[in-house]
Each structure stands twice: as structure tokens, then as C-alpha cells.
């Protein structure tokens, strides 16, 4: 094998390395919005204490009875699109939250769109 094979197989196992990396970061990147972060949040917490894990929201509704809902999206098109939304009482405190994920078929659908 020549000098010039070697490093045009050398290119070629680095090229597909990189490839490889490039795609395990895209499906794998971490997200604000997940099961795991939502699992963090606790009843009783603030405002402030719920956007230290998953950062601000302009997405709010008034529920009525002095209870309003958050809502968290995951943004980008990479990954499963996901929301929390984190219901909050008269007083600002966490009393209730949920998390909801789309489904692989959905998620497989979307990509396969684009």
C-alpha cells in the first residue's frame, strides 16, 4: 500500500468518525425540557427556583382561582419535541407539573419531512 492509499484511508476513517460523532451529539444533546428535568422540579417552588432548571417561558395561562400554568417547549427541530407545564398556585408555588413527549412515530414522521 502506498503512502497516498494510507492517507486516503486514514481521511476516510476520520472523515466517518467525525460523521459518526456529529450524529450521536445531534440525537443525544442534552435538553432543558425532559422527563429528567421535570423530575427536579418539587412542590412548593418558586417562580425563580423552576426557571433555574428550565430557564424562562413567555408562555403563561391564567387558569382562574388564582392558578396559573407555565408552559416549557423544547426548541429546535432536533430530538422528540417535548413540553412541562408547571402549574402554580395564588401564592407562586409549584403545586402541580406534567410532562409530555411526542411520540416516535411522530418524531420519525417529522424527520423524515424535512
Not at 54 to 81: F, P
Not at 91 to 110: I, L
Request: hydrophobic share 40%; charged share 25%; aromatic share 10%.
Amino acid at each position: 500500500m502506498t503512502t497516498r492509499s494510507r492517507i486516503l484511508v486514514l481521511a476516510g476513517v476520520f472523515s466517518l468518525l467525525l460523521i459518526g460523532l456529529g450524529a450521536v451529539w445531534f440525537i443525544h444533546a442534552p435538553a432543558r425540557v425532559s422527563a429528567e428535568s421535570c423530575a427536579h422540579i418539587q412542590r412548593g417552588m418558586s417562580k425563580e427556583e423552576v426557571a433555574s432548571i428550565l430557564g424562562q417561558t413567555s408562555d403563561w395561562v391564567n387558569m382562574g382561582a388564582d392558578v396559573h400554568s407555565a408552559y416549557y417547549h423544547s426548541e429546535g427541530s432536533r430530538g422528540r419535541k417535548a413540553t412541562i407545564e408547571v402549574r402554580f398556585d395564588k401564592d407562586d408555588r409549584v403545586f402541580d407539573k406534567a410532562f409530555e413527549e411526542e411520540s416516535t412515530e411522530a418524531w420519525v414522521d417529522r424527520l423524515l419531512r424535512y
